[in-house]
Every structure is written in C-alpha cells, then in structure tokens.
C-alpha cells in the first residue's frame, strides 16, 4: 500500500476514534449532571443553579415547589441543601469532565485514545 494512502487512513481512524472518545466524553458528563430529588429528576445547568440560588438569596428556602425535566412538580423542604448539593453535583461533573477532556487531548494514537497503548 502506499505510504501516504497508510498514513491518511491511520489519520482518518484517529480523528473517527477522537470524535467517538469525545461524545462519549460528554455523554458521561450530561448523566453526571443528572440530579435525583425526593423522586424528582433535575438537570443541573446555570439556569437552575441561578433560579435556586436566586431563591436562596430571597431567603425563600422552605417548602419550596419545582418543576422537574418531566414536568412534575417536586416539593423542595429546605432549598438551601437542594441548592448546595447541585453547585456539589456540577463542579464535581466539570471537573472530571475537563481532566478526562484535557487528558483525551494529549493522547496522539488510536491506541492511546481507547485506552490499549501499553508501555
């Protein structure tokens, strides 16, 4: 085979395998923004952690009701917990989500991207 046709595919494979390892990437990172309440499913994104902290900043934290990702209503009794469990739940997802990114990024090899680059 030629050697610049070998060398177009092995760079059509990594690109392939690079997209692949970044949506997964993020698919793991949208779960991890998943927030389970009192039988209520919460995506945690900067609206919601700024609707909540604007409550909480009213000092209207007790009893509070909240519209889940399906749309049910879910009472929330202490806000101030709801709230800092998901600033907790979102820095945690973030972090993680730009080290793993970050460490994607250095990876030079198919190989290396899935993780079978032995040393």
Request: aromatic share 10%; hydrophobic share 35%; net charge negative.
């Amino acid at each position: 085979m030629d050697e610049r046709l070998e060398k177009a595919i092995d760079f059509s494979n990594y690109i392939v395998t690079l997209n692949n390892q970044k949506r997964l990437l993020k698919e793991e990172y949208d779960e991890k923004l998943l927030h389970y309440f009192n039988g209520g499913q919460f995506t945690i994104t900067k609206e919601l952690i700024t609707f909540v902290g604007l409550l909480v900043n009213s000092k209207n934290v007790e009893d509070v009701v909240l519209t889940d990702d399906n749309n049910i209503p879910i009472k929330i009794e202490d806000l101030t917990n709801f709230y800092e469990d998901v600033i907790d739940c979102y820095f945690s997802a973030s972090n993680s989500y730009h080290t793993k990114y970050n460490n994607l990024k250095k990876q030079r090899s198919v190989e290396a991207l899935v993780g079978l680059d032995v040393e």
